[in-house]
C-alpha cells in the first residue's frame, strides 16, 4: 500500500495576502539623518518598542512604533543614550 503524495499543485496565484499585514514606513535616523525604509508589522501590537540599527550608519535606534485608530502607523527612532 503506497500512499504517495501525488496531488501538490504549485500555486502561481499571486495574491499575497501577506502584504496587507506589513507596511513600509520612512524613518530619519537620528545619527546620520538619512531616511530609511522600515518594514512595521500590524500583527505586532498597537504600541511596538525594539531596538534596530540603522541601514546606513548602522547605529542602533531606539524604535517606538505606534498605531493610530484608522490603523496607521507612526514610527519614531531616536537615540539609546537617554541622558
Ligand atoms: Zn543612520
Same mark, same amino acid.
Given at each position: 500500500m503506497i500512499d504517495s503524495d501525488a496531488t501538490v499543485s504549485w500555486d502561481?496565484?499571486?495574491?499575497d495576502d501577506v502584504a496587507e499585514l506589513?507596511?513600509?514606513? &520612512?524613518v530619519f535616523c537620528p545619527y546620520c539623518g538619512e531616511g530609511v525604509e522600515? &518594514?512595521?508589522?500590524?500583527?505586532?501590537?498597537?504600541?511596538?518598542?525594539y531596538v534596530e540599527d540603522?541601514?546606513?550608519c548602522c547605529q542602533p535606534w531606539a524604535v517606538r512604533l505606534t498605531?493610530?485608530?484608522d490603523g496607521h502607523p507612526t514610527v519614531s527612532a531616536t537615540t539609546l543614550d537617554d541622558e
Open positions: 502561481t496565484d499571486d495574491d506589513t507596511e513600509d514606513v &520612512l522600515m &518594514l512595521v508589522d500590524h500583527g505586532g501590537g498597537a504600541v511596538q518598542d540603522c541601514t546606513v498605531f493610530d485608530s
